[in-house]
């Protein structure tokens, strides 16, 4: 089964700074989807970014970026000019493109605290 | 981007009684739907995969008989907690998968937390 890791529980940065999350994954696949959710203390689960793996491009969404190195298996999500409404629990997930369920693999999750 | 429900949002019960979560996908067809159980600030625990007019695929460890998933529709499925018990006390979120979509992608509802008493 597909792994997914994300090794830095807990992350914190100051206002208006920069910030990178970690996130590899392990998988025999060729063709399939990256994502980061966000997840407010609402716990409404937000899309923040995808990645289509055969997509040399990294991915941009405003001040959320990625470095997707997919020789690597790594994946990581970069915010920009942090913003305290950015504080939440980021999770990486991976999606296979030629699954017929269209299971996701979620990892442990990274708690973002922003200091103001 | 596309619309998933879920009600209630909050629900407390008995123990032993039986406690029906509706998911509801809003704008889209989902042939697929997912159950996922969430503790406190840990990951989303997959439970089952809801497929509509079949019965649903449950993860290993998880109880059929107690945790019941009906998707009667192209737009509703439904988890039923029966006889619940002060250890299912968790939070509860669907996913519903649009297939129609360019990515296959899967939209969240905003969770169900169940309190068992």
């Known amino acids: 089964a597909q792994t997914v890791t994300q090794s830095q529980p807990e992350m914190s940065v100051q206002e208006a700074e920069t910030v990178t999350l970690s996130c590899t994954y392990d998988?025999?696949?060729?063709?399939?989807?990256l994502f980061w959710y966000k997840q407010p203390p609402s716990r409404q689960m937000i899309l923040v970014i995808r990645q289509e793996a055969y997509k040399q491009q990294n991915a941009t969404e405003n001040r959320f970026s990625v470095n997707f190195q997919k020789a690597a298996k790594s994946f990581s999500l970069k915010i920009s000019d942090s913003q305290l409404g950015d504080a939440a629990m980021y999770f990486c997930a991976y999606l296979d493109r030629g699954s017929t369920l269209g299971r996701l693999y979620f990892g442990r999750g990274t708690q973002l605290t922003v200091w103001p | 981007g596309a619309v998933v429900s879920q009600h209630p949002s909050r629900v407390i019960c008995k123990s032993g009684t039986s406690v029906k979560i509706e998911c509801r996908s809003l704008?889209?067809?989902?042939?697929?739907m997912f159950w996922y159980r969430q503790f406190p600030k840990k990951s989303l625990m997959l439970m089952a995969t809801?497929?509509?007019?079949?019965?649903?695929?449950?993860e290993q460890g998880v109880e059929k008989d107690k945790f019941l998933i009906n998707h009667a529709s192209l737009t509703l499925s439904t988890l039923t907690v029966t006889s619940a018990h002060p250890e299912d006390s968790s939070f509860y979120i669907c996913s519903a998968r649009d297939q129609g979509g360019p990515y296959n992608e899967q939209f969240f509802g905003p969770g169900t937390r169940l309190t068992v008493l």
């Open positions: 998988t025999s696949e060729s063709d399939y989807y």
């Open positions: 704008d889209f067809q989902a042939t697929t």
């Open positions: 809801s497929n509509e007019g079949s019965k649903a695929t449950y």
